[in-house]
């Protein structure tokens, strides 16, 4: 099977990039200055910003049928991290009108693809359920070790390094 035909996202997709991360990968909806924020941040960054990776199916109806986005990030150089560059797939998500015909996997290998390229050494994903069978065929592994702090923190006390003779 002939792999789809995918390709850079530009500015102007940026409108379809905000329908398809927020309407479809979440359902949720999103507060006017959130909206304003990401269609200015993807208008002004589309094309001209090395560090984020956009990668798009069109549906040939003037709408796109999937997407994914990564960024490139700088780290310290080291055993695993070379050059310091290691990549993250933020948003991957296909059109439910246009699902199992391989769009997701083809924008997934695109961006992911480009980031190896750029020199970044590991590239990191959170998985839902449904996309978990697609980045495992990818080569991706479970990372148990990987934990996530939000804010604001659960507890009033702020987190502060460690001092001599303290806990922290």
Do not use: N
Not at 50 to 63: E, F, K, N, S
Not at 128 to 153: D, I, M
Request: proline share 8%; glycine share 10%; net charge negative.
């Amino acid at each position: 099977m002939t792999p789809p035909p995918v390709r850079p996202a530009v500015p102007d997709d940026a409108e379809e990039l905000l329908r398809l991360r927020v309407d479809v990968l979440t359902g949720q909806p999103a507060t006017d200055a959130w909206r304003s924020t990401f269609l200015a941040d993807m208008r002004a960054r589309l094309g001209t910003d090395p560090h984020l990776l956009t990668y798009v199916a069109d549906a040939g109806d003037g709408t796109l049928a999937a997407c994914a986005i990564g960024v490139i990030y700088r780290g310290y150089d080291g055993p695993a991290y070379p050059d310091g560059r290691w990549g993250r797939v933020h948003t991957v998500v296909t059109d439910p009108r246009h699902r199992r015909r391989g769009l997701g996997e083809a924008v997934t290998r695109a961006l992911v693809g480009e980031l190896q390229d750029r020199g970044c050494s590991s590239v990191e994903l959170i998985a839902t359920e449904e996309g978990l069978p697609l980045y495992e065929k990818l080569g991706f592994e479970s990372a148990a070790h990987y934990l996530t702090l939000r804010h604001p923190l659960a507890s009033t006390a702020p987190v502060r390094p460690a001092t001599a003779g303290g806990a922290a």
